[in-house]
């Protein structure tokens, strides 16, 4: 059905995106193969069985921690409004900044475990269109030949044009005369 299926690996490392190359005698055939190939993923990369219970402890407690960074970060928010001084004020921005990194990195984490659990979707793939048919090396030729053919036939046409003209000028026939 299909004449080859290529998998390249990830240009880069980590992100997850690889590259399928599917050819075929059609282009049908090779479209039709790589939607078993992709369905096949999609049900390959949902977690099941203990991997899924694992992803769901994990959110259960990056949640927990989220909530509790959230609850830390509105206390100290309260509490800077009334340190009176440079230092405990700066101790308090600090302390504030580092919350919302470790905010942000949670959220992050978060997204990326329930990305994980719902596994791969069809939006998650881009699939470029095929060529209707492979061009026909021989018929690449014939135009440029076609080409190349007009190319020569028109330089030569301007060349004799160019002769015929200066040697009609030379013979004195075309002399302007300004009266």
């Known amino acids: 059905m299909a004449e080859a299926v ?3 690996p990830e240009l880069i490392a ?3 995106v690889r590259t399928i190359s599917v050819s075929g005698d059609t282009p049908e055939q090779a479209r039709a193969v790589l939607q078993v190939l992709l369905e096949s993923q999609f049900a ?7 991997s899924r219970e694992f992803l769901l402890e994990r959110i259960k407690n990056q949640a927990a921690a989220l909530t509790n960074l959230r609850t830390v970060a509105r206390s100290l928010q309260e509490n800077a409004k009334t340190v009176e001084g440079a230092s405990e ?3 308090y921005s600090r302390a504030l900044a580092a919350l919302v990194s470790d905010i942000a990195t949670k959220e992050i ?3 990326q475990l329930h990305n994980s ?4 979707q069809p939006g998650d793939v881009i699939v470029q ?4 048919t492979i061009p026909n090396p021989r018929r690449l030729l014939e135009k440029l030949i076609v080409v190349a053919t007009l190319a020569l036939a028109l330089t030569l046409a301007l060349v004799t044009l160019r002769r015929q003209w200066r040697r009609h000028s030379s013979s004195g026939h075309a002399k302007l005369s300004i009266a």
């Open 89 to 91: 004020g700066e101790q």
């Open 117 to 120: 659990l719902r596994g791969m």
């Open 6 to 8: 290529n998998v390249f």
């Open 129 to 132: 269109p095929t060529t209707a």
């Open 14 to 16: 980590g992100s997850g």
């Open 44 to 50: 390959a990369s949902v977690p099941r069985g203990t």
């Open 109 to 111: 984490d978060l997204w």
